[in-house]
């Protein structure tokens, strides 16, 4: 398992202790609205923790909690993960947080950090994200992290815009950068300093 560390956050793939700080950023409807369309169930919090952790035992990838540095409160949370949960299907990569932390920049931050980790850890050949059209604050992180629309598909039973960057991209944009290679066990990658913003990149739905 890979814990990731920024700037001003700190990744940590989804335990049995993050069941609190999960829920009450699920619950809240706003955060969910273009998720689920309604806030989430604690059994389903409950669920979906014990299915992330079976998958970071299976495929050494799945659904981070992401730790404030600062207040070491649960915020937000993302992935890397596969569409539609298919192996068969491309890496996609996700993210929400909580509503008193929109806003700060910490949605790119940990976005930067996930695909560095895509694609030098797990070597995924590219990286798409989806959105419902209308969530513009998600598409605008999609295209930040240097990813460019290829259109709408049916994904999570909706209509998404899909967003995605091949490797040879992402290589050609961050030459340099690198991240430990993840073999079964917990290991660190402190991407703080290597994650300033290339200015060559400006131009989930992911559900755990
Ligand atoms: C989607 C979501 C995560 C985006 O969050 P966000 O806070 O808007 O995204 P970012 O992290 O990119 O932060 C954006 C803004 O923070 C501001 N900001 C403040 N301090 C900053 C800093 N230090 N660095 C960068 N940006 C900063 C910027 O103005 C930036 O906006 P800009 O890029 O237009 O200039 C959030 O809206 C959310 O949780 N929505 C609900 C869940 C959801 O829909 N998830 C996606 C499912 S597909």
Not at 11 to 24: C, I, N, Q, R, S
Not at 131 to 136: D, G, I, L, S, Y
Not at 172 to 198: I, K, M, N
Request: neutral net charge.
């Amino acid at each position: 398992m890979t814990i990731l560390t920024t700037e001003r956050l700190r990744l940590v793939p989804f335990a049995d202790e993050h069941f609190e700080g999960l829920y009450e950023m699920n619950r809240d409807p706003e955060v969910m609205r273009y998720i689920t369309g309604k806030p989430e169930a604690p059994e389903y919090t409950k669920e979906t923790i014990q299915r992330v952790k079976a998958r970071w035992a299976e495929w050494g990838y799945s659904w981070w909690s992401f730790f404030e540095l600062e207040s070491g409160r649960i915020v937000g949370a993302g992935c890397v993960q596969h569409l539609g949960r298919d192996r068969a299907n491309p890496h996609e990569t996700g993210w929400r947080l909580r509503r008193d932390r929109w806003g700060k920049g910490y949605a790119s931050e940990a976005a930067q950090a996930m695909a560095a980790f895509a694609f030098e850890t797990v070597q995924a050949p590219q990286l798409v994200a989806v959105c419902q059209p209308a969530n513009t604050a998600s598409s605008h992180v999609m295209e930040k992290l240097g990813m460019e629309y290829r259109g709408v598909e049916r994904w999570y039973d909706m209509d998404c815009a899909v967003y995605g960057v091949t490797a040879e991209t992402w290589r050609q944009r961050h030459p340099r950068r690198s991240c430990p290679t993840s073999a079964g066990q917990t290991v660190e990658a402190d991407l703080s300093e290597s994650l300033s913003v290339d200015p060559l990149a400006r131009p989930s739905l992911g559900r755990p």
